[in-house]
């Protein structure tokens, strides 16, 4: 077997994010003597683990044969209404740390998952298409986080928030990855231990044949929504807890972020086609990218634009492969 045939069935087999990860290693590798330090490669874990959570939500939405622009609004109120409640009971109850920490923690993902309630009514009962739904709800939780602020960060948070989600160890890895590692389990189980996880695939891959098949097709897409929200709620109170502030204005780059995760990492924009573990490695690629480009000193702007070409590229990609895999059918 020649080189050029090995890489086509590798390429078939495994997508562009393999080639994308030797091809970033060796240019940053080259650019920079710390890229592959042991202490480095941590940062990239602990900075990648926000857009991580929110990819694994994205993936759903994706996978269901929609997407969900709403994520960094989600963040961001998240953030807002945690924070707020947070550093409300703890200045009432200044004693009562837990308590505060506890239901700021609850009301900052209530407050998210609310939004994902507000696009899953919108797609799975009024069809709505995802693209409008969650543009518009974007704005609609974006204004409210301003109004709530007025655009000011909220401080007076127990300093013990931040000491354990934002800062914290446990057995010397980061309090959030081992969060992140958690939402991985048991999203793993769901989509490949339960029926209920073969129905996004069902619904995504052909949403006329899953209803017929007796697959509550609304009832998919409106959990799907809601666990989107979800964990994109629980990023953010990991990102407050790691600011020590409630930011109206964090998460706006994580759309784009997140579906070029879940892009690059294979799944599919038409729905149905998408492995979890591979989503985990896209989001760690997008971090390793960012950190990277920060270690060889490449501004900020031009990050934007290399993530936009990224994710441009994976498109591009994922239809050659299709092509690929047609051709190998006939």
């Known amino acids: 077997m020649d080189v050029g045939t090995f890489l086509k069935k590798a390429f078939v087999r495994l997508g562009i994010l393999p080639f994308l990860l030797v091809i970033a290693v060796a240019v940053f590798s080259l650019m920079s003597d710390n890229f592959l330090t042991g202490r480095n490669l941590m940062n990239v874990l602990r900075q990648s683990v926000y857009l991580m959570i929110v990819s694994l939500g994205q993936m ?8 969900d622009l709403s ?15 947070m550093a409300s009971i703890y200045a009432a109850m200044p004693d009562a740390i837990l308590l505060a920490i506890s239901l700021g923690f609850l009301a900052g993902v209530l407050a998210g998952s609310m939004v994902g309630v507000a696009n899953a009514i919108g797609v799975a009962f009024f069809n709505v298409s995802p693209f409008m739904m969650s543009l518009g709800m974007a704005s609609v939780g974006f204004g409210i986080a301003l109004y709530l602020t007025g655009g000011v960060p909220v401080y007076g948070m127990p300093v013990a928030f931040g000491d354990i989600f934002g800062f914290g160890t446990m057995l010397g890895v980061p309090t959030p990855v081992w969060v992140a590692a958690l939402l991985i389990v048991l999203l793993w189980v769901l989509l490949y231990r339960t029926p209920y996880g073969r129905y ?22 409106f959990a799907t929504y809601v666990l989107c929200a979800a964990l994109a709620a629980t990023a953010g109170m990991l990102l407050t807890a790691r600011l020590d ?45 960012q ?10 702007y031009l990050q934007t634009v290399v993530l936009g070409t990224l994710l441009i590229l994976a498109v591009i990609a994922d239809q050659i492969r299709l092509r690929y895999v047609a051709s190998l059918k006939d």
């Open 60 to 67: 759903l939405a994706l996978l269901t044969g929609g997407f």
């Open 245 to 289: 502030t409630g930011e109206a204005n964090i998460g706006a780059s994580m759309p784009l972020e997140s579906i070029a995760a879940c892009v690059i990492a294979g799944v599919s924009l038409r729905g149905g086609i998408g492995r979890l573990e591979n989503v985990v490695l896209g989001a760690l690629f997008i971090g390793l990218v």
């Open 200 to 221: 996004f695939y069902a619904v995504g891959g052909n949403a006329k044949a899953a209803r017929l098949s007796g697959i509550n097709v609304r009832g998919t897409l």
């Open 291 to 300: 950190n990277g480009m920060n270690l060889a000193r490449i501004e900020s």
């Open 71 to 85: 994520v960094g609004t989600i963040l961001a109120l998240s953030s807002v209404v945690g924070a707020l409640t």
